[in-house]
């Protein structure tokens, strides 16, 4: 099995900036891709951004681009989600999540097999 731990969340203010860790550890050689996602009081968990792990193509949900950098550290299992520019709205608790090699939806929350225990961001205005 594969272990996520994220950190890295917080109490900001709007306009700050915050970086989010997720380790990796386990059964990891067969990962392919690796994504954060994020849930709000009362929202569904929607995907936020993802990177492919060997060939390092990003993707993110429209509310983030400019704002939002996912990277992965091949060397360390480790990726990151540096946050600028945060928003009131990018309040939530945020879980990283890893997918098995193969194709996959990067963006869909059912491609993913792993999942962190969550790390809570908070931005207040």
């Known amino acids: 099995q594969v272990q996520l731990i994220e950190s890295g969340g917080g109490l900001v203010q709007a306009g700050d900036s915050l970086r989010l860790s997720c380790a990796a550890s386990?059964?990891?050689?067969?990962?392919?891709?690796v994504g954060w996602f994020r849930q709000a009081p009362g929202k569904e968990r929607e995907f936020v951004a993802a990177i492919h792990w060997s060939l390092s193509n990003t993707y993110y949900t429209d509310s983030v681009k400019g704002r939002f950098t996912i990277s992965r550290d091949n060397a360390k299992n480790t990726m990151y989600l540096q946050m600028n520019s945060l928003k009131p709205e990018d309040t939530a608790v945020y879980y990283c999540?890893?997918?098995?090699?193969?194709?996959?939806?990067?963006?869909?929350?059912?491609?993913?097999?792993?999942w962190g225990q969550g790390t809570q961001v908070t931005v207040s205005s």
């Open positions: 999540a890893a997918a098995n090699a193969g194709f996959v939806r990067l963006f869909s929350l059912g491609s993913y097999t792993y």
């Open positions: 386990g059964r990891t050689f067969n990962i392919g891709a």
